[in-house]
């Protein structure tokens, strides 16, 4: 047998290249975002002096705000209504369970198989119709619609592993549904709750299918942005690295944060 | 198959009714408004570029569609797409999984680190693998084959698919990673440690004990990538544009072209149909695989 010590080095020390490795592409892009264009596209090097030149340039394209912006309504606003919408049904299923309940979730969660693309030009047609199209109220109703089986699939998850008697106790006081869900529920599932509406804001900020089609300048958020750079513009690699460090740093952090919890709510529970 | 139900009151239906409705009248109408609406138009000759010509058509859509070659060579892509991405995701995922369970320095670091790529919007992640990774000329990729003194890879025009599956799977490797890590947390060290006393090796362990331990997250792991990875996009879009030729068109991508840049609505439509049908028998096996497990 080897050394215990000197296997356990050698494990971290093929975790860490591999970890290296799959890190690496990000790595890259954060360095490039602080590097001249020059640099950018010379031999990879490590030693440079850091500029935040890509990044002044980059925001003097006064519309990235305006994409930023863009995103963070879309994203938090359709996380916001799906909430409210999911939360009644996740709550009625997890404590006034029927028999139709496991078919419902099941059911709910197929729609997600409907490939987007399927019904792509019903859509795109119904908000040239109603005027929807390239407007950030259209985006948040799809975002919400398609992210209103995960939330509720989460948030059934999260409550369903709150003991009964705690709900039980306050309907005994007499609370009302409306109640029972705002003082009690709710204040005990904050964590639950918020790892289900961080995935949902992640969904909607890396969304790019209907981000893509249905906006064009006054409503597209970052995803799409961002794509505007695979033109031949996109050759100005720091620009394009800062660019991309800005739209996905705040959503990375996000990501690190909550990894944990959003791991439990994403599987049904049924990896703990 | 019921299971009796869970304890507590069963109350009458009203409220689970009211409480349900909005969610569920809410999908059900997502879904079958442009569901009825695409199999109309597949019948329909529609084309946004000739407001003259309407009408019924018959199957005339479905018949240019599958008599197209590029029909098949996107199912096909599609699959493709699919399968390696799965193959490498979920036997790359459990293997890491189990080597990023192992006490090692920084453990914790090093797994945040190895998860980041999940959070990466595909736009994103698309335009740095292409100029930054992926590029022939100055790409980290072109640099690296030239330390070893070899041939730098023009990799989206001679290896198109292995491109673009090589995005998607660092894009969605993570995410495997994550849940299995995940599942791997639950596993009972007794049962490991009174293995390794009746002389099991680590590979024994890994695939009498480990493996089927996981199997419930696995299963989980195919089931969320497959609603994701059947209908990759932005990767494409940004990438190859489905080129060269037809070489990274997957059905997506090619009903993105019918109807967006060729207008032809009927003709996507009846694309559009294809690709649902070809989702719904992925779905009802899924399902299936899903509902089992979960009534354990």
Known sequence: ?272 | MNKPRAAGRTVGGLRPLALQGPAVTLLFLWMIVPLAMTVWFSFQRYNLLMPGMTGFAGLENYEYLFTDPALWTAMLNTLLLVGWVLVITVVGGTLLAVLFQQEFFGRGIARVLVISPFFVMPTVSALVWKNLMMHPANGVLAWLAGVFGAEPVDWFSSLPMTSIVIIVAWQWLPFALLILLTAMQSLDDDQVEAARMDGAGPVAIFFFITLPHLKRAISVVIMIEMIFLLTVFAEIFVTTSGGPGLATTNLAYLIYIRALLDFDVGMASAGGVVAIILANIVAIFLVRMVAKNLDE
């Open chain 1, 1 to 272: 047998m080897t050394n215990p010590t000197v296997k356990r080095f050698a494990i971290g020390l093929l975790a860490w290249v591999i970890a290296f490795v799959i890190f690496f592409p990000i790595f890259w892009m954060v360095l490039t975002g602080f590097k001249t264009e020059t640099e950018a596209v010379a031999d990879p090097s490590l030693i440079f002096s850091p500029t935040l030149d890509s990044y002044a340039e980059v925001q003097q394209r006064a519309d990235y705000f305006k994409f930023a912006w863009n995103s963070v309504v879309v994203a938090f606003g359709s996380t916001l209504l799906a909430l409210i919408i999911a939360i009644p049904s996740a709550y009625s299923m997890s404590f006034l369970p029927t028999k139709r309940t496991k078919g419902t979730l099941l059911w709910m969660l197929s729609t997600k198989m409907l490939p987007p693309v399927g019904v792509l030009v019903p859509i795109y047609l119904l908000f040239r119709d109603t005027g929807l199209l390239d407007t950030k109220l259209g985006l948040t109703i799809v975002y919400t619609l398609m992210n209103l089986p995960i939330v509720v699939w989460m948030l059934y998850t999260f409550f369903k592993d709150l003991p009964k008697d705690i709900l039980e106790a306050g309907r005994m006081d007499g609370a009302s549904t409306f109640q029972e869900v705002w003082h009690l529920l709710l204040p005990l599932t904050v964590p639950g709750i918020a790892s289900t509406g961080l995935l949902s804001v992640i969904l909607s900020w890396n969304e790019a299918f209907w981000s893509l089609n249905l906006t064009s300048s006054q409503a597209a958020p970052l995803t799409a942005y961002i794509a505007s750079f695979s033109s031949p513009e996109g050759l100005f690699w720091a620009k394009l690295s800062a660019a991309s460090t800005m739209a996905i740093a705040p959503i990375l952090v996000f990501g690190w944060l909550t990894q944990k919890q959003m791991v439990r709510g994403l599987t049904f529970g049924a990896v703990k």
